[in-house]
């Protein structure tokens, strides 16, 4: 079935620093990748997403990079600050029969100070 | 707008008790969704709906049934509680099947005892 791998699981950096995170998904179908972060005791909250037709999106510090050939995508955050401290999940989009969502399996984000 | 609205925020189940997590958006989406998150890991698709009277399994629906009567609402219901249902269940929305963003409800923090 459909999977999405995601790592690394916890990432340290030192504020300022630059943080990435790698995904990599299973089903050719899927067409669209967001990415959310979640906040201790929080929902998810959407911060970028990308579409298959797209190789590279930016939003400010942000930034999310695809390859749909190797079924690779990631997610950049330059400049980290202490409030990016939280979990981020990728996730993949497939229409495989009716749509759904797949989720990778985080990565727990901490910016030192 | 208030969103997806996810109730209880909190429960605690014995054993072999049954309940129902109520899940309700306001958007007039026709995909939502449930997933469930446990302790360090990612979400795992339950079930999901792509609109009014249609329902579909997804990774992990063993222990749980689902109906989708009208647009707005999506409960979750489980029957025979066990202690492996302890988790934090998300309940999604997103307006299509296109890759659009999923909005998630506050989380139902679920425990069996």
């Known amino acids: 079935g459909e999977n999405v791998e995601q790592h690394p699981s916890t990432l340290s950096v030192q504020e300022g620093d630059s943080a990435v995170i790698k995904c990599t998904y299973s089903?050719?179908?899927?067409?669209?990748f967001p990415w959310y972060k979640q906040e201790l005791g929080k929902r998810p909250q959407l911060i970028i997403d990308?579409?298959?037709?797209?190789g590279e999106k930016k939003d400010q510090r942000i930034a999310v990079t695809l390859n749909k050939t190797a079924k690779h995508f990631s997610l950049h955050i330059t400049e980290t600050q202490p409030e990016d401290s939280a979990v981020y999940f990728c996730?993949?989009?497939?229409?495989?029969?009716?749509?759904?969502?797949?989720f990778g399996t985080g990565t727990r984000l901490k910016v030192l100070a | 707008n208030a969103g997806v609205t996810q109730t209880p925020k909190f429960r605690i189940l014995k054993i072999g008790q049954s309940m129902t997590l109520q899940c309700a958006q306001d958007?007039?989406?026709?995909?939502m969704y449930w997933y469930r998150q446990d302790p360090g890991m990612g979400l795992k698709l339950i079930y999901y709906?792509?609109?009014?009277?249609?329902?579909d399994k997804g990774e992990v629906p063993n222990g749980y049934n689902v109906s989708r009567s009208t647009t707005e609402d999506f409960p979750l219901r489980l029957e025979l509680a066990a202690p492996s249902q302890t988790s934090v269940y998300f309940c999604?929305?997103?307006?299509?099947?296109?890759?659009?963003?999923?909005?998630f409800g506050q989380g139902t923090r679920l425990t069996v005892v």
């Open positions: 999604a929305s997103s307006s299509s099947g296109q890759g659009t963003e999923a909005f």
């Open positions: 089903d050719s179908a899927s067409n669209y």
């Open positions: 990308i579409r298959s037709n797209v």
């Open positions: 996730a993949a989009g497939t229409h495989s029969g009716t749509y759904k969502y797949i």
């Open positions: 958007m007039n989406h026709n995909y």
């Open positions: 709906s792509v609109g009014a009277g249609i329902t």
